[in-house]
């Protein structure tokens, strides 16, 4: 047992990957359950990879700036997913095949602009991040995205839900109050994948946010549950993730990632909430099959 908190207590960078990955838990995982609801899971990944060209043009006025790339990194996101929700609105486009076309022009745009001034290992830390390397400054930034979000999410908790459930009854409430909690959405995402790119990578920051959420989905019951319970297999996701890069010698953002996939599946298999092997047998006459 003092083997898994060993790292820890001993080592600086260990606590403050913990203490990042905590932040991005408590905030980022809720707004994934909200993605699931509204049927936007590819939208979170397409927003991760849209944040990039943003983040690479700070990078090359600033270098491995914070500041400037998590505002280039917020402008960009927030363009797209405007962008995106426009032409969907006022175009034949579907919103998935506009986010599609827009994120992987990001994508691309991002890598080239990274690959302009910086070396391999630059491009490799813009898209999978340096967990073990976060600072004091990134983790101020994290917890405060965190704090902020949360506060906001609670702000607009019902109309959110609402809109996730009914949104035909909250426009015919009020015609202005979809679109501004939709927007206000998308930019809870955007500010929290731009916290987890600090951390994480903008390739890896979207799998915290919705792998324990889809794995809520077979431990909880109703929204509360689910968001609570995708909050709790993200910190073990983080935790473990985190063990096994020290003790295994991997790398600290993919093996969370990694850890929280393992716990999706897991989920499928044993969830009580619909998991394979929790399902009652099927019946036939009085015959259990």
Not at 38 to 63: F, K, N, Q
Not at 70 to 85: D, F
Not at 164 to 180: I, K, S, V, Y
Request: proline residues 5%; contains cysteine.
């Amino acid at each position: 047992m003092l083997a898994m908190f060993h790292p820890f207590i001993e080592f600086g960078f260990m606590r403050r990957a913990l203490v990042a990955c905590i932040a991005l838990s408590l905030s980022a995982t809720p707004l994934g359950v909200f993605l699931l609801l509204r049927r936007m899971s590819l939208v979170g990944d397409a927003l991760s990879h849209a944040v990039l060209p943003g983040a690479a043009i700070g990078y090359l006025i600033s270098g491995l700036s914070l500041v400037a790339m998590g505002t280039g990194g917020v402008i960009a996101g927030l363009s797209v997913a405007l962008l995106s929700g426009a032409v969907s609105r006022y175009t034949p486009l579907k919103e998935d095949a506009s986010f599609a076309g827009f994120y992987l022009g990001s994508l691309a745009l991002g890598v080239t602009l990274v690959s302009l001034r910086g070396s391999s290992v630059d491009l490799l830390h813009v898209l999978f991040g340096s967990l073990l390397a976060v600072d004091n400054p990134s983790i101020l930034l994290v917890c405060v995205i965190s704090a902020v979000s949360l506060l906001v999410l609670a702000l607009i908790y019902r109309p959110l839900v609402i809109d996730a459930f009914d949104p035909g009854f909250l426009r015919a409430q009020n015609r202005w109050t979809a679109p501004l909690v939709h927007s206000l959405f998308l930019m809870l995402v955007v500010t929290n994948l731009v916290a987890g790119f600090q951390v994480l990578g903008t390739l890896m920051c979207v799998g915290l946010m919705m792998l324990p959420a889809a794995a809520a989905r077979f431990w909880g019951k109703g929204l509360p549950g689910m968001m609570v319970s995708a909050m709790i297999l993200a910190l073990i996701a983080s935790f473990s993730g985190l063990i096994a890069s020290f003790y295994l010698s991997l790398p600290a953002g993919p093996a969370v990632v990694l850890s929280a996939a393992i716990l999706f599946f897991i989920s499928i298999l044993v969830g009580p909430c619909g998991g394979i092997f929790r399902q009652r047998p099927f019946s036939v006459g009085k015959e259990k099959v």
